[in-house]
């Protein structure tokens, strides 16, 4: 597999179609899987996956082949589908809180539900939150890199956080996993 993925790299940097068509395929489902909880609906997620896919081809020469292909190309995902969110989403009103409350959940409640059931409340939530609970949750990024990332306050990017984790509590309550 590395050595196939190291080929096709190549030719998607000399521009051979048939290996950008052959890479393409290979990561098509990974990239959607990753794009998919940032977006409401599978059309937008798949024209986050084709953007990205454009992004990573033009900046395949900025990858470093001695390094995993996939968390390069998942930080292009993610990127593009908060390029997405500031192209096309009306950002939702936030007050900026200075230190956000948190809600606790059980650990366990995540083991109760199925990947499809996740994204299914995942999607549920507005964009804005979706973002502050995929960003900083699943991807790690704190408060401040979030803020850059979304061009926000850090005081935004914690009460969206909050405001996720609410909601997200009460759709849990309401379809009786939480």
Not at 46 to 58: G, I, P, Q, S, W
Not at 114 to 135: C, F, K, M
Request: net charge neutral; glycine share 4%.
């Amino acid at each position: 597999m590395e050595s196939r993925l190291n080929d096709l790299i190549l030719g998607c940097r000399s521009n051979d179609r048939r290996s950008q068509k052959s890479l393409y395929d290979l990561f098509y489902g990974y990239a959607l899987a990753v794009a998919l909880p940032y977006c409401s609906r599978q059309t937008e997620a798949r024209e986050v996956v084709n953007d990205a896919f454009l992004k990573a081809f033009v900046g395949l020469d900025k990858y470093n082949s001695k390094l995993p292909f996939k968390p390069w190309f998942r930080t292009i995902v993610v990127r593009s589908a908060i390029n997405y969110y500031h192209k096309y989403l009306d950002k939702l009103p936030v007050s900026d809180l200075s230190e956000a409350e948190t809600i606790g959940f059980d650990d366990d409640f995540l083991e109760k539900m199925t990947p499809d059931e996740v994204l299914d409340v995942l999607q549920e939530l507005p964009p804005s939150y979706r973002l502050a609970i995929n960003l900083f949750v699943f991807e790690g990024y704190s408060h401040p890199e979030i803020a850059d990332m979304l061009g926000i306050s850090v005081g935004a990017s914690k009460s969206n956080l909050f405001k996720a984790k609410k909601q997200l509590k009460q759709l849990l309550k309401d379809i009786n996993i939480y």
